[in-house]
């Protein structure tokens, strides 16, 4: 996938993971998919999900956390990540600051992410994730994995600007 494909693929995901909403309704208010990572090798994504309380506040000291979606095998199907995979795709550090989480994925150190949650006057958490992309501060739509022959040839970080604009940066390992 190259160029405004692999714009046009962010930018639909991101749709498909919706508002990143929570019912009011659940005692715990957990968001399934706050961001995702897609890769080049098949259809597959991990998914990072946040872990909420009534109040929409985080719930525990290391809310997000990761897992396979298997689209593969079909639009529900899950898996935990391996420990193997960790490197790849886990989660090196979380710190929340009040109602953000600064998430540093373990494949992106020197790139935090910041996700904000909010609760809508109907009781709904939302949350957003945002990360600097290409210099600008963006909504994170996606971060797409180029893989080569044994190895990660670059990511693709995409985005939503302030303005409503895609930006995007080729990052490489």
Same mark, same amino acid.
């Given at each position: 996938m190259h160029g405004s494909a692999l714009v046009k693929a962010a930018v639909? #995901?991101? /749709? @498909?993971? #919706? /508002? @990143?909403?929570?019912? &009011?309704?659940?005692? $715990?208010?957990?968001?399934?998919?706050?961001l995702f990572v897609s890769k080049s090798e098949n259809k597959n994504q991990v998914h990072y999900g946040v872990h909420l309380d009534s109040e929409c506040a985080f719930s525990g000291s290391a809310p997000v956390y990761a897992y396979w979606r298997m689209l593969e095998r079909g639009p529900t199907a899950t898996e935990p990540l391996l420990s193997r995979e960790q490197a790849a795709y886990g989660i090196a550090r979380q710190e929340i600051h009040s109602d953000t989480?600064?998430?540093? @994925?373990?494949?992106?150190?020197?790139? &935090?992410? !910041?996700?904000?949650? !909010?609760?809508? $006057?109907? #009781? !709904?958490?939302?949350?957003?994730? $945002? /990360? !600097?992309?290409? #210099?600008?501060?963006?909504? @994170?739509?996606?971060?797409h994995v180029v893989l080569g022959f044994l190895r990660v040839s670059h990511l693709v970080v995409t985005g939503l600007a302030p303005d409503g604009t895609v930006v995007s940066e080729r990052i490489s390992p």
């Open positions: 639909t #995901g991101a /749709m @498909l993971v #919706g /508002m @990143l909403v929570a019912s &009011p309704a659940e005692a $715990e208010r957990n968001i399934a998919s706050v989480v600064r998430v540093t @994925l373990t494949a992106l150190q020197a790139r &935090p992410i !910041t996700v904000r949650v !909010t609760r809508s $006057e109907d #009781g !709904t958490c939302t949350a957003r994730p $945002e /990360m !600097t992309i290409a #210099g600008t501060r963006a909504r @994170l739509l996606n971060v």
